[in-house]
T-cell receptor
Framework: GESVGLHLPTLSVQEGDNSIINCAYS??????FIWYKQESGKGPQFIID?????DKRQGQRVTVLLNKTVKHLSLQIAATQPGDSAVYFC?????????FGTGTSLTVIP | DSGVTQTPKHLITATGQRVTLRCSPR?????VYWYQQSLDQGLQFLIQ???????AKGNILERFSAQQFPDLHSELNLSSLELGDSALYFC????????????FGEGSWLTVV
């Protein structure tokens, strides 16, 4: 669950396509999960969250899926736009601690 | 805009010096977190305060210290700075200590030369 050295997975998608970003979490006791978007030189920006009593949650153009059986979280971005290019990472909450994934770098090709 | 305010945005200082980074949490948030993000590592949790009291400690060096004041703003003090301390330092805040969304500020970019 803790952040590790940065060799970011990368994902390139065509503008207008859907993007799926995956995250494996480590602690089966984690009960709250957040997806963040971080643009270069900026702070992580909250996108969407989900609690462990749900398996799907939808926002505006984004959907988060939670599979507790395999400890997997995914973020789906519909109709990806150039402004979606950023690093995306998930965070899991266990007790009062958040642990962050290393992130995935999304590049949207116009 | 997350509502979390950090100052300064950029800071350049020499090795051996001491700096203070300041954070104002979102209105109503009682919990403040400090994170370090360097180029070769992701977000590293440093320390958390809740309503003025230290709540949790992460990978914070002994040269670093923090506090949260009665008005809930927080300061992170970095002393005897080394080149390796160059990083983005983020403050985040949340309503309480557990199970709430944490919102990040824009960070303070520290360069040690």
């Amino acid at each position: 669950g803790e952040s590790v050295g940065l060799h970011l997975p990368t994902l390139s998608v065509q503008e207008g396509d859907n993007s799926i970003i995956n995250c494996a979490y480590s602690n089966s006791a984690s009960d709250y999960f957040i997806w963040y978007k971080q643009e270069s030189g900026k702070g992580p920006q909250f996108i969407i969250d989900i609690r462990s009593n749900m398996d799907k949650r939808q926002g505006q153009r984004v959907t988060v899926l939670l599979n507790k059986t395999v400890k997997h979280l995914s973020l789906q971005i519909a109709a990806t736009q150039p402004g979606d290019s950023a690093v995306y990472f998930c965070a899991e909450n266990t007790g009062n601690q958040f642990y962050f994934g290393t992130g995935t770098s999304l590049t949207v090709i116009p | 805009d997350s509502g979390v305010t950090q100052t300064p945005k950029h800071l350049i200082t020499a090795t051996g010096q001491r700096v203070t980074l300041r954070c104002s949490p979102r209105s109503g948030d009682l919990s403040v977190y400090w994170y370090q993000q360097s180029l070769d590592q992701g977000l590293q949790f440093l320390i958390q305060y809740y309503n003025g009291e230290e709540r949790a400690k992460g990978n914070i060096l002994e040269r670093f210290s923090a506090q949260q004041f009665p008005d809930l703003h927080s300061e992170l003090n970095l002393s005897s700075l080394e080149l390796g301390d160059s990083a983005l330092y983020f403050c985040a805040s949340s309503l309480t200590v557990a199970g709430n969304t944490i919102y990040f500020g824009e960070g303070s970019w520290l360069t040690v030369v």
